[in-house]
């Protein structure tokens, strides 16, 4: 197989899954240098997918965009900076990724963390955004509904965490669920460890819903090429 024309039909790269101090406390970088980090490896667009859970959702809706308005600031004319949110429900110690976002949405995420991921997929979910499992086989994490989530991460590449994503790839084969790749950055050197290749730039977090419900993407797990769709 051709690996250089999959490379140059899917030449934009996006990390879908990336955090920032001090709204992801668990991230050693604040939002500039986060943007200076994938700027400097190439990356055209990075979605900032901050911890929105139990833990912090009191800091309210302004702390919680805070980081993301100065990632956008500090990216100006670098890259793309987008908006995800990675939501965490008081019934568990699961995390799902939200793609198809807007500031707007974060006042109602926080009042629905109470309630669950079933309730949460009854309340936002539309044709516009794309609600997926963060790293389902991670230890004491349980699997989701299928009929609240519309797909896994199932290539999940932090290296502090296994993330068991030979299982994931099989489940999500398995049930036709949606797939996505992320390197859930938080810590120094492990940038970009796994983006998602699109035909065209991501440019907003609608982009982003759009092309993981499309299946026209690829994954680039430092150069290692995942074509995620051939079943």
Do not use: W
């Amino acid at each position: 197989m051709d690996f250089s024309k999959i490379l140059t039909d899917y030449p934009y790269k996006t990390e879908l899954h990336a955090h920032s101090f001090p709204v992801s406390s668990c991230g050693d970088f604040p939002a500039d240098e986060v943007v200076k980090i994938y700027a400097e490896v190439g990356v055209d667009s990075l979605v900032l997918t901050n911890h929105l859970s139990p833990y912090n959702c009191d800091e309210g809706v302004e702390h919680y965009l805070s980081d993301y308005y100065k990632a956008q600031k500090a990216a100006e004319g670098k890259l793309n900076v987008i908006l995800g949110v990675e939501m965490r429900f008081t019934e568990n110690s699961n995390d799902y990724l939200v793609y198809g976002v807007s500031p707007e949405d974060i006042p109602r995420f926080i009042e629905l963390i109470p309630y669950g991921i079933e309730n949460f997929y009854k309340e936002v979910k539309n044709e516009r955004n794309v609600i997926i499992q963060a790293h389902p086989f991670r230890k004491n994490i349980v699997l989701a509904p299928e009929d609240s989530i519309d797909g896994i991460e199932s290539f999940n590449l932090h290296p502090g965490h296994n993330s068991r994503v030979g299982v994931g790839a099989r489940y999500a084969k398995l049930c036709g669920k949606l797939v996505t790749a992320g390197t859930d950055f938080h810590h120094a050197g492990h940038q970009a460890l796994a983006l998602m290749r699109t035909k065209e730039k991501m440019k907003d977090s609608y982009d982003i819903a759009a092309a993981i419900k499309s299946r026209d993407i690829v994954f680039d797990c430092s150069g290692h090429i995942v074509i995620p769709y051939l079943y």
